[in-house]
């Protein structure tokens, strides 16, 4: 058994071992009642034994005759109950191990470091989260309805069979050993090919899913031919690898059904040698014959049912590497929440490269005092939007330590430190809900009032109120359906509402015009008070209130000081000015 298996079993077995009562109460029903079903084939022995004695007057055999088939009926009945049991009992509780498992794999997998969903296709994740809770239902099934049961089945029919003729017993027997190793085996050697196949089938959702999220870039690029192209390829590697893996199957079927044909006809062959021989009445070979196709069609089942289940674990194996994979960012034993009294920050011999990347900070060192309003200036790479991610935690620092009220962000819990943060990005994605649901998350247990209240001084009730359905309008994926300076009004409005003592603003205003500007300029005045704020600016006009503005250049302090202080100091924030400030046509000349 593989590495991935072995740990597939262990992650269902983690939501399973919830329900133990339950699944013990299945097997003990479904054991009884195939149990009771191989006793059944004995009675119809007993019957046709009875049927085809030659001394007697009918009268005479007909109670005994109804005994039998009142046994019989006695005997399915029971086992008519004790399935509807596990029949029931299967359908309340593998709906809860999925949902369980669905649950746990989308807490583990959302819990992974920003950096992990960057470098991964969203479209290929949930086809991954899908593809465990639907590997689990085939895998029960199999085992549940198919696999243990036939373990029963095998093993009584034997017994059965050994007491009345130990030849016929051994040659049933080698053959199951032989039938049940030749598919076990090839499934082994098969699963490569089914992992494979799962693979492929995964890249063709994420290229797909790629291609549905970029709609708007392949028309205005032209790209459909291209985006069909690599559609085409993926999906022609695809049903060549199925190809492979269904011929595969159908040889190995075709095996099976000449083993099948051999072993029907040896069995009734000595069936017959033994009937002449006077050791075998009628009532066996009805025996015989009962055990014969109720394992011929189990067994053949069993081939079926052993390709299902590796192909499960095939499915498995991607999101169960997921599960196995440890979470970057990680809370200490012990975390405490972070207490932000005063809103001081520090960063202390800072430095930060990606793995196996560039260096991007190195002993990077400054503190932001409490309440003071400080900008992030500099060229595209020099490290600004780095600083915030290291002090949201998305990414952990090479060395030096981040603070906060005297406080490393690294012993606090994530979700506290989240918690008094508040981010205004450029580029604002909001969820495909309500308008009033995306504000709303700023502060979940927020009334409609205070949703209200934020919308208005982050002026989105402007735009709000001549759509259709007001604040109940879904706005599309990722917000699709405003501008992109609505989305951030809207980012402003959840900012408001969360109202965390630090405040980090993105070029926060970068999708706005000028007069919408104006009016969120404002909005933010009232955002910023009593706050410690960071704010990453390009466009220079928006960060000239700020208390101090520091210039960096390839994560580095180039300097730093007042808007007036660096103006007359003539250097990278100056020349920066002057470009905005006389336009760009005069630096090219």
Not at 87 to 110: C, G, S
Not at 123 to 146: C, H, P, S, Y
Not at 218 to 241: C, D, M, P, T
């Amino acid at each position: 058994m593989q590495i991935s298996t072995k740990q597939t079993l262990k992650i269902y077995w983690s939501q399973v071992r919830k329900y133990k009562f339950l699944v013990f109460s299945m097997f003990l029903t479904l054991g009884i009642g195939t149990t009771i079903e191989l006793a059944v084939p004995i009675y119809y022995k007993k019957f046709f034994n009875v049927l085809t004695q030659e001394n007697g007057a009918h009268s005479d055999l007909f109670p005994v005759l109804v005994g039998v088939l009142l046994s019989i009926v006695a005997l399915n009945l029971t086992e008519w109950v004790l399935y509807r049991f596990a029949h029931f009992t299967n359908n309340y509780l593998q709906p809860r191990i999925m949902a369980d498992l669905f649950e746990h794999t989308y807490d583990y997998l959302q819990r992974h470091s920003y950096g992990f969903f960057t470098n991964r296709f969203s479209g290929a994740l949930v086809r991954k989260v899908t593809k465990l809770t639907r590997a689990f239902e085939v895998f029960f099934d199999k085992i549940f309805w198919n696999l243990f049961p036939l373990t029963i089945r095998i093993t009584g029919a034997t017994i059965v069979l050994y007491i009345f003729n130990h030849t016929i017993a051994y040659v049933l027997f080698g053959w199951i050993l032989i039938f049940i190793a030749l598919n076990y085996l090839f499934s082994r050697w098969k699963l490569k090919y089914d992992v494979a196949l799962s693979e492929k089938d995964t890249e063709r959702t994420a290229i797909l899913a790629d291609a549905v999220t970029n709609q708007n870039n392949i028309q205005l690029f032209v790209g459909y031919q291209f985006e069909f192209g690599r559609i085409k390829k993926v999906a022609g590697e695809l049903r060549k690898l199925q190809t492979h893996t269904w011929n595969l199957s159908a040889i190995v079927e075709a095996v099976q059904a000449g083993l099948f044909i051999g072993v029907e006809f040896l069995l009734m062959y000595l069936a017959i040698k033994f009937w002449q021989q006077g050791l075998l009445t009628v009532g066996d070979f009805v025996l015989i014959q009962s055990y014969l196709i109720a394992l011929i069609i189990n067994v053949w089942g069993v081939g079926q049912s052993v390709r299902e289940l590796y192909e499960s674990f095939a499915d498995a194996e991607e999101i169960t590497v997921i599960l196995n994979t440890p979470h970057e960012i990680q809370d200490v034993p012990g975390a405490k929440p972070l207490t932000v009294k005063k809103g001081t920050i520090e960063f202390q011999d800072v430095s930060f490269r990606y793995p196996k990347g560039r260096r991007i900070l190195s002993n990077f060192t400054l503190t932001i005092a409490p309440h003071e309003k400080i900008a992030f200036v500099g060229h595209s790479g020099a490290g600004k939007s780095t600083l915030i991610k290291l002090l949201f935690r998305f990414h952990e620092i090479t060395n030096g330590k981040i603070l906060i009220d005297k406080q490393p962000i690294n012993q606090v819990s994530q979700d506290s430190l989240r918690a008094n943060l508040s981010l205004v990005p450029q580029e604002p994605i909001l969820f495909h809900r309500t308008l009033i649901e995306n504000i709303r998350y700023g502060r979940r247990d927020a009334s409609d009032e205070a949703v209200f209240a934020a919308a208005k001084h982050a002026h989105c009730d402007e735009f709000i109120a001549k759509l259709p359905q007001k604040y109940e309008t879904h706005v599309g994926e990722r917000g699709v359906k405003l501008s992109g300076g609505e989305r951030q009004r809207v980012a402003i409005a959840r900012a408001i509402l969360k109202n965390a003592p630090i405040l980090i603003l993105d070029e926060a205003t970068s999708s706005l015009d000028s007069h919408t500007e104006a009016l969120i300029q404002d909005a933010l005045k009232t955002l910023m008070r009593g706050k410690t704020v960071i704010v990453i600016a390009h466009r220079l006009s928006t960060i000239r209130q700020m208390d101090r503005t520091v210039v960096l250049k390839d994560g580095h302090i180039l300097d730093q000081g007042t808007h007036d202080e660096l103006l007359q100091r003539d250097g990278l924030y100056a020349h920066l000015w002057k470009l905005q400030a006389g336009g760009f046509l005069p630096a090219l000349k």
